[in-house]
Structures are given as C-alpha cells and as structure tokens.
C-alpha cells in the first residue's frame, strides 16, 4: 500500500500526509475545516469518514485527550494508521458504517460529508472510494445527524461543511434532530465572488445566537485563521 502513495504536507502544520492516488485526497475543505474545529484538550474527538486522517491531525495540534476516526474500507484506514504513526500521533481506527459505530459519547464530531445525493447511477463514481467520499449512498443526511446526536455529548459540538445550495436542507434536518447552528463561516472563491462553501458547527440546543465568523478565500491561505486556530 504504502508503495503506491505520494507524500503532500498538511497545510498549517509541520505533518506529513500519505495520500493514495485512488482514493480521496485531502481539499481546500479539509483545509478550512481542519482550521475551523475548536478543539479543546479534554475533548474526545470523532472523526466520521476519516479517510487519510486529516482531519484528526489537525485535531492533534491541539493535545484531545482521545481521537477516533471510522471508515467504510480497512485499505482507507490502512492509510489514516500510517499517516498516525508518521507523525507520531496516538489515534483509534475502525472499520465501521456510522449506523453501526458504538463507543462512548464524544465531545467533539467532525465530517466531510458526501455531498451529492444523485440517485443516478451514471453520475456516480466507478471507483468505490471516491464514491462513498462523495455519494449520500452510504450515508445520507438523516443518517447523519442521527447517529451524530446518539453519539454526541449534550454539550458537545460537531463541525462540519457543506455547499450553500445545501443548506436549507441542512438546517431543516438539523432541526429536526435538536441541533442548532451555533457557528457558521462562509468561504469564497475570491472576493466578489459566489460562496463556494459554508463551515457549520452545531449543538444541542433549540434556541439561541448563530455566530458568523470572518469569510475566507480560496485564493488567500492566510485567511484561513491558521494564527488563531493552531
């Protein structure tokens, strides 16, 4: 496995990531996600997709006290284990579907979630690593928020990004569940330009005040807020 991979560095910190050429690689949103989590020492943080590790990596820059990442394929966790040990960084793996994940409940969940939810099969990808990272197939929204609420602290938060054409469906099955957007950040392509992406971070709660943070652009890192995030 290791032999087919390529090594990238994992913009804002000093990691090393092993990215395999057919599966999923780390994006800008991994990127604005990875700088958007709050990410406290006590926490115990789930990673749900975890794909290379990432996310959970730049969890680490912040000492969680336990880190966990699932994933639908053992080769897909395979890559997250090395990239762990390569940066020398203690985490928890399994090969597991979020509807049938148990563990203790977490303080912090964090996704990049599949986007699309085509039920065209000519649209979706051949290859089935791009197409669970992509395609609601294996988890859709409801199954989402679900299983992120039995497993989730009542205090606890889960971050997350998804398309601005997404998210009145977002908010309402948010709701739905009993979770409210307590945090929100909004990333352009540039300035003047559409909104290519929307961070969220949610909570338990039925009421109260959404907090919009600086935008940040695609074309400039360095409004990303690595200084205050890392």
Known sequence: MKGNMHMDYLHGTDCQI??????FHSNSDTELLGCFMHVRRKDRVLDIGTNNGALLLYAAKHHPCYMHGIDLFEEVIQTARANA???????????????????DPFDLIV?????????????KNENRYLRAARHQEYLCLDDLFSNVR??????????????????????????????????????????NRQAKTVLLEFQKKKSGETRIEAPAFLNDRSSYGWEDSL
Do not use: I, W
């Not at 390569?86 to 928890?92: A, P, Q, T």
């Open 85 to 103: 040990e390569l940066n020398r960084v203690e985490m928890h793996f399994t090969v597991s579907r979020l509807q049938e994940f148990q563990s």
């Open 18 to 23: 092993l990215q395999h050429p057919d599966m």
């Open 150 to 191: 039995r497993l989730l602290k009542d205090n606890g938060r889960f971050d997350t990004v998804y398309r601005p054409t997404d998210l009145f469906r977002v908010f309402t099955c948010a709701r739905q569940y009993g979770f409210f957007c307590n945090r929100m950040r909004v990333a352009y392509a540039a300035e």
């Open 111 to 123: 996704c990049n979630p599949p986007y699309f939810h085509t039920q065209n099969e000519q649209l």
